[in-house]
């Protein structure tokens, strides 16, 4: 082998030693007490930068910065009967959209009195899900025109959170938008402190007749649209 091949292989065996000295002086040096020190500096930096986006990113989706409310939803696999909840009814329409070859609706709705975690448990659902997410409260979405410009990104965006199902004064603009979501194939998820026999009486009767038939189906197909919460407090919780 002549010199023109030899030197460029040499350069190269010395260039890999002299990374493979500088990373055994690195590794050297993160066991000393210094580098221990820095590296719990650069993960704790690496945790709050990361925190600091999640917060971020929650409140762009509109999820109250209340701190139980956010503790839950940017937990990354909370516990509990209504976060199972929300993953069957997530599930149960990407089966259904699997074996049916399209987009297929669902909607859940959590009842239960207050501080039982329903709220908790829809924003993280709304954190975590894949594509774009809102959270909303029902008196905000009441208020809207249908002409309007949120009243159309809320009616088609991929998932939509009603949170205070009730409260709001004019329950047919909720059936109605509620309608419009379920024609468009998408996933709604909702809270209430309502009873079901309370809801079934305000949002069913008139135009909601519709609405009740739909999720009537929805339940002979295998997802019953009511969860109620049984824990006490769920917020209350560590």
């Not at 959209?97 to 207050?114: F, S």
Request: proline residues 4%; contains cysteine; hydrophobic residues 40%.
């Amino acid at each position: 082998m002549d010199d023109d091949h030899v030197d460029p292989i040499c350069d190269a065996l010395e260039s890999v030693e002299a990374m493979q000295r500088a990373f055994e002086r690195i590794r050297a040096w993160q066991q000393t007490p210094e580098g221990v020190r820095a590296r719990a500096r650069f993960e704790r930096d690496r945790l709050a930068r990361q925190q600091a986006e999640r917060e971020e990113f929650a409140a762009l989706r509109g999820i109250p910065a209340d701190h139980e409310i956010r503790r839950f939803a940017l937990e990354e696999h909370p516990e509990g009967e209504l976060f199972d909840a929300i993953r069957e009814a997530i599930a149960w329409q990407r089966q259904e959209q699997e074996r049916q070859g399209g987009r297929v609706p669902a909607m859940r709705v959590l009842v239960g009195p207050p501080g039982t975690g329903k709220s908790c448990a829809i924003a993280w659902a709304c954190s975590t899900w894949p594509k774009r997410a809102l959270y909303r409260t029902a008196d905000s979405l009441a208020s809207l025109k249908k002409q309007h410009s949120e009243w159309r990104d809320v009616a088609h965006v991929s998932l939509l959170v009603v949170d205070e199902l009730g409260i709001e004064p004019y329950p047919d603009v909720l059936v109605e938008l509620l309608l419009a979501r379920w024609t468009s194939g998408l996933l709604t998820l909702c809270a209430s402190n309502l009873s079901v026999s309370e809801f079934v009486a305000r949002y069913f009767a008139r135009a909601g007749e519709r609405l009740a038939d739909r999720l009537t189906q929805q339940k002979s197909r295998g997802l019953r649209t009511f969860v109620k919460a049984t824990r006490s407090s769920y917020r209350s919780s560590e």
